[in-house]
């Protein structure tokens, strides 16, 4: 009885430490996207920090720079809207708000497309990329969501530029988890 108890509270307990349903403003994100034991909030807070850190860490890797692009479209809204994210300052998630229009922008993604469509196409050409099959992903990079030609598209997640915004507001971010008195404490 007691053990049935413990299981009930540990299960009710771990729900809550996952991401809302989607919204206008927070993409769904199927689980592991940033790591098979991560949950999508802290793996895409240090995944991001780490891949906007320096071109380096996604030149050449288009899969990781999408996941990255990814991170940044999920962020912003989860962390503004999950209670779980309470005690975070505030400024991060508008800046990485910022940040993610000015990644949007080098993209070519449309400033109209809904971030769920942005995600999905996305997660299509990370999926395909990893799996081998580049057809797949230029299929993927020919939505709507994108303005500019495939190859074009494909060729900048290749070789990402550094963007100063998306590098100092990931960072800060993972910085919070991390800190005693942070959102975690």
């Not at 053990?3 to 927070?26: D, E, F, I, K, N």
């Not at 993927?140 to 070789?159: C, D, K, R, Y």
């Amino acid at each position: 009885m007691r053990a049935g108890l413990y299981s009930v509270l540990l299960a009710l307990c771990l729900a809550g430490c996952g991401s809302l349903p989607a919204t206008q403003q927070t993409p769904y994100l199927p689980p592991g996207v940033f790591g098979a034991y991560q949950d999508n909030d802290v793996g895409g807070v240090n995944f991001a920090s780490w891949a906007f850190a320096s071109p380096a860490n996604t030149r050449n890797n288009p899969v990781a720079a999408a996941k990255a692009v990814i991170a940044l479209e999920y962020l912003p809204g989860e962390l503004r809207e999950n209670p779980r994210w309470i005690r975070m300052d505030a400024a991060i998630p508008y800046r990485l708000g910022q940040a993610r229009a000015k990644v949007e922008q080098i993209l070519g993604i449309s400033p109209t497309a809904p971030r769920q469509l942005i995600v999905n196409a996305l997660l299509a050409v990370a999926w395909n990329l990893q799996n081998g099959n580049r057809a797949g992903a230029m299929q993927a990079l020919a939505s709507p969501v994108f303005t500019f030609p495939p190859e074009q598209t494909l060729a900048i997640l290749a070789n990402l530029p550094y963007v100063k915004e998306a590098n100092l507001w990931t960072s800060r971010a993972e910085d919070q988890l991390y800190t005693p008195g942070g959102p975690w404490s």
